[in-house]
């Protein structure tokens, strides 16, 4: 049976492969800002195979921006069954050089918005007693990463905010878990040449850089899943074990 999904951060990178393919099968909801262009490209491709997706502009940090979508989305569909917060930045600076302007922009973007979009979410799934919400983390959410403190804190935090949340949904059925990448080729990771990527692989068993199909993948089984809460599940290739 289709459920309604509504992908954060949808028109790029993992986003972008999450909502291309679980539009497959489902109503997808493909949240996008400042990409438009990708955004309409997504449609644009599904709509070739004859795949419906809707997509819908808000800055998820925003309240009322947010709180605008929630209600175009529930007036033409009536309930939201899979929340995915994917929408995030990354910034690659010296603690010493993050400005204050730096900080609260990604600490805004990558988990304020969690916060918000499921706040504003999480009142239908309560009335049902039924709901799935995903959140994407990091590996550097789960082990700290040097260069990047802002971008690392923010991804801990989201942990922080399923780990918690699961506890206090669980008796209203509403699941929550987070996925915490490794590397993945995605735009995102540009900023590395390929003598540092070469590098990486070599600190990774499985000696290769993920795709975003192995996100998807995981988040199709938590789809199916209907006894996994309050997990963080990192698909890295073993770079921490």
Known sequence: MSKVILV?????????????????????????????????????????????????KADVSKRNEVKDMIKQI?????????????????QYKLFTDISDEDWDNII??????????TQEVVK???????????NISSIWGVT????????????????????SLAKELGPSNIRVNAIAPGMIDTSMNSKFSDEEINDIKEEIPLEKIGKPEEITKCIKWL??????????????????I
């Open 8 to 56: 954060t951060g949808a028109s790029r990178g993992i986003g972008n492969n999450i909502a291309r393919t679980l539009a497959q099968e489902n109503i997808v909801i493909a949240n996008y800002n400042k990409s438009q262009n990708e955004a309409i490209k997504l449609k644009e491709d599904l709509k070739k195979e004859n795949i419906n997706i809707d997509i819908i």
């Open 223 to 240: 789809l199916e899943d209907t006894y996994t809460t309050g997990q963080v599940i990192s698909i890295n290739g073993g770079w921490n």
């Open 144 to 163: 700290g990463a040097a260069m990047e403190v802002a971008y690392s804190t923010s991804k801990a935090g989201i942990i922080g905010l399923t780990k």
């Open 74 to 90: 529930l007036e033409k569909y009536g309930k939201i069954d899979v929340l995915i917060n994917n929408a995030g930045i990354s």
């Open 124 to 134: 239908n799934m309560i009335s049902r007693k039924n709901g799935l919400i995903i």
């Open 108 to 117: 805004n973007i990558n988990l304020k918005s969690n916060f918000i979009v």
